[in-house]
């Protein structure tokens, strides 16, 4: 349901108390305005800590630096009259005993009258005595279809020819503030950028807003699934789901895919492939760190996990990354914290299965033993991959692809049939990995580097695969299982 929907409907069944979460202070009382001008006709009072009451002649500066005092004008206030008496900050105070008191009193008094408070906060807190009469609803932020009003509406002001098209601009200022957009715009009429910059500079101040959050940060990706050697089905799944995301998809019916979950061996490209699944659906990656939401004080854990999905869901159409899941929710971790990485793992699978927003989840895991089983489960990521180490014609295609980036003009010149016949057993950044050893050694010799240079590195390398043997074995045994599809 729309925000206004739902408001007007609490208004209308009489909610005396409504907690609205908001990091847009302004933007909500226009749209509390706007209802109240359309529907209800109520008077609104604005009230704050400073300034006490405004808006209205009667009880202009009243209050001030009173939080009781504030109530005392909503109980003496006459009930016959719709009024709507928005309190700002008002969770700071809720949690003391007398105003709870008080807020008690006054529901007893004016639950069936046409008064409503309207507390405003950017923080959750609800003292569990008051539960029972408080709605908590959120202000979302900005929408493509409002944005895009906006942004016109800023475009007109400024009769600006802009070279770009609005649309594309509203889903990169997904995920901010009206006030971050419309600053931000201005600077950008300013500044008279090109639309690559343009789109730089937004997904810039993105990345500063994500940061914020501690546990998620904003990924810059310049890999395409073409510099991803082997893996064919998994390449071939995302290809098919190139357009999963567009309106058309949307308006043909189809659900967004979920997520999927990315299994293997060390350096067979699952990082990777998060990266290039970012590029090829042109959506922007959030990278999670699992590790930081565990740790800190007691349920902070679970208010983090919160975080992330209200933050990732604000950005959607995105991918949200989390890199070697099976290390935060390993089962090892179970037994000494008292429940909470059950509960918040419960919580993300929970969303998994349920989410409808546009986040795609790219979950990567090195080992299998440590993974709960109900994150295996049918019905949690649409697909769960298993990435084996490459074969010979994959090694072929990795050497081939990593050796065109150094040399773009004489990569035919190496023997790429022989190093890949002689790397079996090495993983796709071991064979980066050699090239980049092999370039070292000629550079400090003060030439190119050769077929021969390469070889020489293989011959003296021991792949992970000698020494993690136990691992390997074990993932490759639960390949065949038949639980999992094989990425290529
Ligand atoms: P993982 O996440 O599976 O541990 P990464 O994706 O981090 O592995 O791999 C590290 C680097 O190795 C990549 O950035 C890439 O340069 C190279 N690499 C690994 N697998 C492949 C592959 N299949 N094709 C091309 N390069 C690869």
């Given at each position: 349901m729309y925000f206004e929907d739902q408001l007007k409907l609490l208004l209308s069944s009489r909610h005396f108390l409504i907690y609205i979460f908001t990091r847009e202070e302004e933007r909500l009382e226009n749209t509390i305005n706007k209802i109240s001008k359309n529907v209800y006709l109520s008077n609104i009072y604005c009230w704050d800590f400073i300034d006490g009451f405004q808006n209205n002649p009667n009880y202009i500066n009243r209050a001030k630096k009173n939080p009781l005092s504030a109530l005392d004008i909503?109980?003496?206030?006459?009930?016959?009259?719709?009024?709507?008496?928005?309190?700002?900050?008002?969770?700071?105070?809720?949690?003391?005993?007398?105003?709870?008191?008080?807020?008690?009193?006054?529901?007893?008094?004016?639950?069936?009258?046409?008064?409503?408070?309207?507390?405003?906060?950017?923080?959750?807190?609800?003292?569990?005595?008051?539960?029972?009469?408080v709605t908590v609803i959120e202000f979302p932020l900005p929408s493509e279809e409002e944005i895009i009003?906006?942004?016109?509406?800023?475009?007109d002001l400024v009769q600006i020819i802009n070279h770009m098209k609005i649309e594309d601009l509203a889903i990169a200022y997904k995920g901010?503030?009206?006030?971050?957009?419309?600053?931000?715009?201005?600077?950008?009429?300013?500044?008279?950028?090109?639309?690559?910059?343009?789109?730089?500079?937004?997904?810039?101040?993105?990345?500063?807003?994500?940061?914020?959050?501690?546990?998620?940060?904003?990924?810059?990706?310049?890999?395409?699934?073409?510099?991803?050697?082997?893996?064919?089905?998994l390449k071939q799944w995302l290809k098919k789901r190139s357009n999963a995301f567009s309106k058309q998809a949307r308006d043909y019916g189809l659900p967004a895919p979920k997520g999927i979950l990315l299994v293997g061996i060390q350096g067979t490209g699952k990082s990777l492939s998060a990266k290039a699944i970012s590029n090829q659906w042109n959506i922007p990656l959030l990278k999670l760190d699992v590790g930081k939401i565990f740790g800190g004080i007691v349920g902070e854990s679970e208010s983090k996990m919160r975080q992330v999905i209200k933050m990732s869901e604000e950005f959607a159409p995105c991918v949200?990354?989390?890199?070697?899941?099976?290390?935060?929710?390993?089962?090892?971790?179970?037994s000494t914290d008292s429940g909470t990485t059950s509960r918040v793992l419960s919580s993300f699978l929970t969303w998994l299965s349920e989410k409808t927003k546009q986040v795609f989840i790219v979950a990567t895991a090195n080992h299998i033993l440590n993974l709960p089983s109900e994150m295996l489960r049918k019905g949690r990521f649409d697909e769960i991959f298993f990435l084996d180490l490459p074969n010979c014609k994959e090694r072929y295609k990795i050497f081939q692809i990593h050796l065109m980036k150094i040399r773009p003009l004489t990569w035919e010149n190496y023997d790429i049939q022989y190093l890949s016949e002689s790397t079996s057993n090495?993983?796709?950044?071991?064979?980066?990995?050699?090239i980049i050893e092999a370039m070292h050694n000629a550079f400090y010799e003060k030439r190119d580097f050769y077929t021969q240079d390469i070889v020489n590195v293989i011959n003296e390398f021991i792949p992970l695969s000698f020494t993690d043997h136990t691992n390997i074995s074990s993932l490759q045994e639960w390949a065949k299982s038949g639980k999992v599809r094989l990425a290529s």
């Open positions: 909503v109980e003496n206030s006459d009930s016959s009259i719709p009024s709507i008496f928005i309190l700002k900050d008002f969770h700071v105070f809720i949690n003391d005993i007398g105003v709870v008191r008080k807020i008690k009193n006054l529901f007893r008094k004016l639950k069936n009258s046409n008064i409503h408070i309207i507390v405003t906060s950017s923080e959750v807190q609800v003292p569990q005595l008051l539960k029972d009469i009003i906006e942004l016109n509406r800023l475009f901010m503030s009206m006030d971050l957009i419309r600053r931000s715009v201005t600077k950008l009429i300013v500044a008279r950028k090109s639309s690559k910059e343009i789109f730089e500079i937004i997904s810039r101040e993105k990345q500063q807003l994500i940061r914020q959050t501690d546990v998620l940060d904003f990924y810059p990706v310049n890999n395409s699934l073409n510099d991803i050697g082997g893996l064919f089905y949200l990354w989390i890199d070697e899941i099976d290390k935060a929710f390993s089962r090892t971790n179970y090495f993983s796709g950044a071991e064979i980066k990995q050699s």
